[in-house]
């Protein structure tokens, strides 16, 4: 690397990405092991519905393991660190001001590997703490939280001293993130598994954490970081300041009250609360689908086919649809025919992979071959990993959330019986266990790409190291 | 918004509210919650596990059953029915009038017109609130759940999905210990195409000794163990199976009310 | 991928994106309020209003309490309290304690904790004009025959209620003693005044 002799107060946008270096790789090379573990044990997951006996002797496989387990390595292993590199990349990369210090978020990137693993491996050997989306028992989850923190504190000391003033919309969401996280988490934690409080109300809490971490934070993140990457690659500007403003403070206002089901047992106003939110949140995303539309029409027409583009552009259109299943679910018509069936878990699936794990793998791929300074091993692979994550999303969602509306109306006709309803849904499960394989396809490539690159920059390392120790020895030969 | 300070603002006052309506507001209402009297009589709901019992609640944690099962029946709507109690001293009359009318299924209004009519005829009516709801239909509960049914479970685990069916009331309809115990160890053996996979690793698998235990499990005939073999279930099992006997969410409540 | 950047320069764009400042359509605030109206509307009917023991699909702590299992007597007593307040509560006052001017109590009036029924079914089947005395106060109103329009099941009721109700402690009266009175009095009774009224026979 030739030593750059700018001047030191105007950072280049390579050295600020350069200074994102090891934190980004520490946590993107975890998140990929997380997603191809998460995705395996997915696989597994749904592998048991049409074969029940299928690693059933193991305990440590026993479906009510591996399916939290599952969901949570993708949140917890894959979004969630995915997310936080993505924003301190944004962060540096609009304020122009390289990261500081960057062993430290490197070094809790590590911490919150280890909490997840630790997490994984509880809920696996039965110490799940039995909360959904918060089953991580106390020593992992007190890893993450105090990795968060750092890591969010090194965004905040580098968003505070941005050199380039002016604030894009992408950092309204981004600093509402970094806020949000721990805030909900430490509640979570505290109330539920530290001094648990009595009752149901352990629910409510439980439904409005797994409300703000799964829809308001990730769609804070993610359209964050659609916001920015959009606009850059359709070659026009994003269409509507205070329309994103607008779909912001909305998102934020009421998407947090979102969460608890309709007849739920607990006292009417809260759910009637949450609908309500619920369709307030409605304009939310009609705004944020409005920014899109105008943002991308006219746009740049040429992509590389499976490039980042389409990944942004697949990831921003499933946050409209998973977030317009969310809002149905809330309606009491639709409710009544969908609750406790498929359809939420096919939701969820929409919302955690089709829309933000496909936003991350587009702003991953645009952004660490700059970080890192080199470029992909496997271009074509991680063209072909979009089809193969996009076909994967579309084959597990869509089946998944027609069998939940089978299941519902079954469910609701007392003349069926319970079973036949069950078993109505297992020909929709094999579309579902068929689009899981191609993710888990999808998501080794990804993380080929990720280590091929990782590998590739320690071994330019290596070479550097061996070439600055063999240089000095032949100057000191020649003047001997 | 220019400065980072007023996202930071915005994204408090935003967090800050839904954490008072959604987190401070519910623990200030339901968390001292107690418990609460059964209708029309004198005992106390809900009443506090049994030792094996309460066990079994980490047992159904720590296996997950929560992620196939819900614990909670809903209800969509409520409905009186009519009940004649005594003829009086007209029973022609109140026959007559009682094969003219409606008693099922009526609201309270309508409930409250028909019975004055009896009691006008001279007849002895009593409305009989029910529940009514596909869960209820189901014969999966006689009430919905409210807040009492979890009052003394920690971790709550309600469960978002229904890969199996509703818990609520399992102790119910299926009070004997060793269904739930070959169910647990075998569903297919009970339920013909079930999905739910085998939980052996609860069970011990051993050859039977001079006499066979008194807890091995019976299994349904149709259901072939090796020769000289039994199934002992462990204690973990044992107390799941006691765990799901005390299930049971059907007792009349102020807020859940019903005719018993 | 930036092999084919050089073809192509959308391929690594270069240049940070920037926000228009265009007008908000008109049309999202619109659906704001609208949206914002009806969840109003519906958190109003379906919310229960913060009621602790409102559980959907109850719509009001007042409709929890209608759909209480009542047996017997507290049926009766519910029927009757229902009636009083949609007929006579109105003037007599939710805790029968009247009104100067409009009407005297029934709390504590030694014309309601009568041994017999006889006398007080006559006020609401026939009608009062005053002057009377009513726990040594002279009222001097008249009150039209409310209970003529109430079937006997109701005026019994509701008697019943009023005499058990606010201290009152006395019997009950059934729907045939109602019918008897009703009987007695014919087709369209006169109006009694307060001192026939003191004449009968209680």
Known sequence: MIVNETNKANPTASEVDASLRVPLLALFGGAAVWLVVGSVLALIASIKFHAPDFLADCPLLTYGRVQPAADDALLYGFCIPAGLGVMLWLFAHLGQVPLRGAIVPAVAANLWHLGVFIGLAAILLGDSTGFAWLEFPRAGSVLLFFAYLLLALWATMNFAGRRERALYPSHWFLVAALFWFPWIYSTANLLLVAWPVRGVVQAVIGWWFADNLVFVWLALVGIGAAFYFLPKYAGRPLQGYYLALYAFWLLILFGSWCGIPLGAPVPAWLPSISSFAAMMTLVSVLSVGVIMCKTLCGGKKCATLGGPYCFIRFGLGSFLISALMFIAMACPKFNLLTQSTWFGPAQTQLQLYGFFAMTMFGAIYHLLPRVVGFEWPFPRLARLQFWLSMAGVVLLVVPLAVGGVVQGIKLNNPGVAFLDAAQATLFWFRFSTTGLLLMLVGNLLFALNIFGLTTVWKFALVKKAIAMVKAPLEIAEVKA | MKNGCYIFLAAFIALGGSWLGLVYGPVHQLGGAKQTMVLNSSDTYPLQRPGDAALGLQVYRANGCAACHTRKVRQTGMACNVELMNAGKNPVAVTNLISSLSLTNLTKEEADQVAGQITSAGGKSEIHIVATGPDIARGWGMRQSVAEDYLYDAPVQLGSLRAGPDLANIGVRAPDANWQLTHLYAPTGEVKGSTMPPFRYLFELRKTGGTPSPEALQFPKDFALPDGYEVVPTPEAKQLAAYLLSLRANAPLYNAPISP | ?202
């Open chain 3, 1 to 202: 991928m930036s092999d084919e950047s050089k073809s192509c320069s959308c391929q690594s764009p270069e240049g940070e994106p920037s926000a228009v400042r265009s007008t908000m359509p008109m049309w999202i605030i619109v659906i704001t309020l609208v949206l914002v109206f009806l969840g109003a509307v519906y958190f109003d009917r379906y919310g229960g209003w913060f009621d602790r023991q409102v559980y959907g699909p109850y719509t009001s702590a007042y409709q929890l309490e209608e759909y209480q299992p009542k047996s017997g007597a507290a049926a009766a007593a519910a029927q009757g309290k229902r009636v009083y307040e949609s007929v006579c509560g109105v003037c007599h006052g939710p805790d029968g304690l009247g009104k100067p001017g409009q009407a005297p109590p029934l709390a504590g009036s030694e014309w309601v904790n009568t041994k017999g029924f006889d006398r007080l079914a006559h006020i609401p089947l026939t009608g009062l004009n005053g002057p009377m005395q009513v726990e040594g106060k002279d009222w001097s109103l008249s009150m039209a025959p409310m209970g003529a329009a109430l079937s006997d099941a109701d005026l019994a009721a509701v008697l019943t209620y009023i005499r058990n109700s606010w201290g009152n402690k006395a019997g009950e009266v059934t729907t045939d003693d109602v019918k008897a009175v009703r009987a007695a009095l014919g087709a369209r009774p006169q109006p009694i005044n307060g001192g026939q009224l003191k004449a009968m026979p209680e």
